[in-house]
């Protein structure tokens, strides 16, 4: 079976949740991520008193310059610009917390003066960059120092010991002289209270990257909800890849109908009237003998252009339709190269699908089946139809070599899977693939009802 290219505007998949792997609390404060995330919490200290500055600048800027329009370019530039302050955090949390954001839509300036002001105020990635920089803010500043307070802290308790003996000499209530950290009149000083010391170290220095990790994992999700596109502005991404892949899809047929009548059909009907002229010709010198022939190629010849001109015309529309899905479909298999089972559930067309659903419908099996018979070796394929829920579901299984997978290499070829996904997509539809190496093949599209008024 052949290959598919993911949409490159396809909704980016956000990786697996981390798991923590076996023995990661007693080997977390030395685990490369641990000193990583701290390293990324002094990089967002050291980052938060800019953003809160330039968030401060760009609304207390675009506030007093409201008066002036023209004015409002400074303010709306500043806006638009914190999607840089976006990208920077997010390549932060990439690089020093393995988190992969995805990218909000471009910015996309409007045409004219007032558009392009106004893109520019209302530009919802820019202010939500903003609100990120001011409840990031507190957020680094507390990571930070909760964590470097627990290090540190760790640290100089598992070291106590060595250090206390340079501590001053104190006098405690009895009068008796101690040197070592003093919690009122209780002196940390003997070896019992030492080893007690390293302890506390020890707890704190295991607690830490947990400690720290909350902070992280905050930072995250503000990053998640702030930085990242909307629901919104995924669907709008998605609505425009699948009106693009239905562009270049009708494009496409348009160019191979295009090539069929003039590779083909034109020139089969260039050939019929050369005959024809040929046997008026000898008609017209009396040789009748010699024309009749010449007639029954040409008769022979319109019988073939008309029937590529009826491939053709089912290639735009199938005649089949016009009677139903199901029957369509089972004109389909009977036609097939191989076995092809068409099992419809009851109730599929009532009540009757609108014509783009039954189109689509109709040259996904096609599609699926021609596939099959070609690139996955398959003997036979099973195609099961359903309806349920305002969706029509549809199931093609062949017991194929399998191997099928999604390529996205970004190269702008196109192949039948690829095409096939964007025309689901086109009418907001879902499109699965599973092909394991060896087989089977199954792939379940889904798509709106759409039933017709």
């Given at each position: 079976?052949?290959?598919?290219?993911?949409?490159?505007?396809?909704?980016?998949?956000r990786?697996?949740?981390?798991?923590?792997?076996?023995?990661a609390?007693?080997?977390?404060?030395?685990?490369?991520?641990?000193?990583?995330?701290?390293?990324?919490?002094?990089?967002?200290?050291?980052?938060?008193?800019?953003?809160?500055?330039?968030?401060?600048?760009?609304?207390?800027?675009?506030?007093?310059?409201?008066?002036?329009?023209?004015?409002?370019?400074?303010?709306?530039?500043?806006?638009?610009?914190?999607r840089?302050?976006?990208?920077?955090?997010?390549?932060?949390?990439?690089?020093?917390?393995?988190?992969?954001?995805?990218?909000?839509?471009p910015?996309?300036?409007?045409r004219?003066?007032?558009?392009?002001?106004?893109?520019?105020?209302?530009?919802?990635?820019?202010?939500?960059?903003?609100?990120?920089?001011?409840?990031s803010?507190?957020?680094?500043?507390?990571?930070?120092v909760?964590?470097?307070?627990?290090?540190?802290?760790?640290?100089?308790?598992?070291?106590?010991?060595?250090?206390?003996?340079w501590?001053?000499?104190?006098?405690?209530?009895?009068?008796?002289?101690?040197?070592?950290?003093?919690?009122?009149?209780?002196f940390?000083?003997?070896p019992?209270?030492?080893?007690?010391?390293?302890?506390?170290?020890?707890?704190?220095?295991?607690?830490?990257?947990?400690?720290?990790?909350?902070?992280?994992?905050l930072?995250?999700?503000l990053?998640?909800?702030?930085l990242?596109?909307?629901?919104?502005a995924?669907?709008?991404?998605?609505?425009?890849?699948?009106r693009?892949g239905?562009?270049?899809?009708?494009?496409?047929?348009?160019?191979?109908?295009?090539?069929?009548?003039?590779?083909?059909?034109?020139?089969?009907?260039?050939?019929?009237?050369m005959?024809?002229?040929?046997?008026?010709?000898h008609?017209?010198?009396?040789?009748?003998?010699?024309a009749?022939?010449?007639?029954?190629?040409?008769?022979?010849?319109?019988?073939?252009?008309?029937?590529?001109?009826?491939?053709?015309?089912?290639?735009?529309?199938?005649?089949?339709l016009?009677?139903?899905?199901?029957?369509?479909l089972?004109?389909?298999?009977?036609?097939?190269?191989?076995?092809?089972?068409?099992?419809?559930?009851?109730?599929?067309?009532?009540?009757?699908?609108?014509p783009?659903?039954e189109?689509?419908?109709?040259?996904?099996?096609?599609?699926?089946?021609?596939?099959?018979?070609?690139?996955?070796?398959?003997?036979?394929?099973?195609?099961?139809?359903?309806?349920?829920?305002?969706?029509?579901?549809?199931?093609?299984?062949?017991?194929?070599?399998?191997?099928?997978?999604?390529?996205?290499?970004?190269?702008?070829?196109?192949?039948?899977?690829?095409?096939?996904?964007?025309?689901?997509?086109?009418?907001?539809?879902?499109?699965?693939?599973?092909?394991?190496?060896?087989?089977?093949t199954?792939v379940?599209v889904?798509?709106?009802?759409?039933?017709?008024?």
């Amino acid at each position: 079976m052949t290959t598919m290219t993911q949409p490159e505007s396809a909704p980016p998949v956000r990786p697996a949740p981390h798991r923590a792997p076996r023995g990661a609390v007693v080997t977390a404060p030395f685990r490369t991520r641990t000193w990583s995330e701290y390293g990324y919490l002094w990089l967002a200290l050291f980052l938060a008193p800019f953003g809160l500055a330039y968030t401060v600048t760009t609304v207390a800027l675009t506030a007093g310059l409201a008066v002036t329009v023209a004015g409002l370019w400074a303010g709306g530039g500043l806006v638009a610009g914190a999607r840089g302050w976006g990208a920077l955090h997010r390549g932060l949390m990439r690089q020093a917390l393995g988190a992969d954001i995805a990218e909000p839509p471009p910015f996309r300036l409007g045409r004219g003066f007032w558009r392009g002001l106004g893109s520019l105020i209302a530009d919802s990635t820019g202010w939500r960059a903003l609100l990120f920089l001011i409840v990031s803010f507190p957020v680094a500043v507390a990571g930070f120092v909760v964590s470097t307070v627990f290090v540190c802290a760790a640290l100089g308790a598992l070291t106590y010991p060595v250090w206390y003996r340079w501590l001053p000499l104190q006098q405690a209530a009895d009068g008796t002289w101690h040197r070592g950290a003093a919690f009122g009149d209780w002196f940390l000083d003997t070896p019992e209270r030492l080893a007690l010391a390293v302890a506390a170290g020890v707890l704190l220095l295991f607690l830490w990257p947990w400690m720290m990790r909350l902070f992280t994992a905050l930072m995250r999700v503000l990053a998640l909800a702030l930085l990242g596109p909307t629901r919104g502005a995924l669907r709008v991404a998605e609505l425009r890849a699948s009106r693009a892949g239905a562009v270049e899809d009708a494009d496409a047929r348009l160019r191979r109908i295009e090539r069929d009548l003039h590779d083909g059909t034109q020139a089969r009907l260039v050939a019929v009237a050369m005959q024809v002229d040929e046997a008026r010709d000898h008609l017209a010198d009396g040789e009748p003998a010699l024309a009749s022939g010449l007639l029954d190629t040409a008769h022979a010849s319109a019988l073939e252009t008309l029937a590529e001109l009826r491939e053709i015309a089912r290639g735009i529309h199938p005649a089949a339709l016009d009677s139903g899905l199901a029957v369509a479909l089972r004109t389909l298999a009977a036609r097939a190269p191989l076995p092809v089972t068409v099992d419809v559930a009851p109730g599929v067309e009532q009540p009757r699908l609108a014509p783009a659903v039954e189109s689509i419908a109709y040259y996904t099996v096609a599609e699926l089946v021609t596939n099959a018979a070609k690139h996955a070796a398959a003997d036979v394929v099973t195609v099961r139809v359903e309806r349920h829920s305002g969706t029509l579901r549809l199931q093609v299984r062949d017991d194929g070599r399998g191997g099928a997978v999604v390529v996205g290499d970004g190269a702008g070829e196109r192949t039948g899977l690829a095409g096939l996904t964007e025309r689901v997509r086109a009418v907001d539809g879902a499109f699965d693939l599973a092909s394991p190496a060896g087989g089977p093949t199954v792939v379940t599209v889904t798509l709106p009802t759409s039933t017709r008024p």
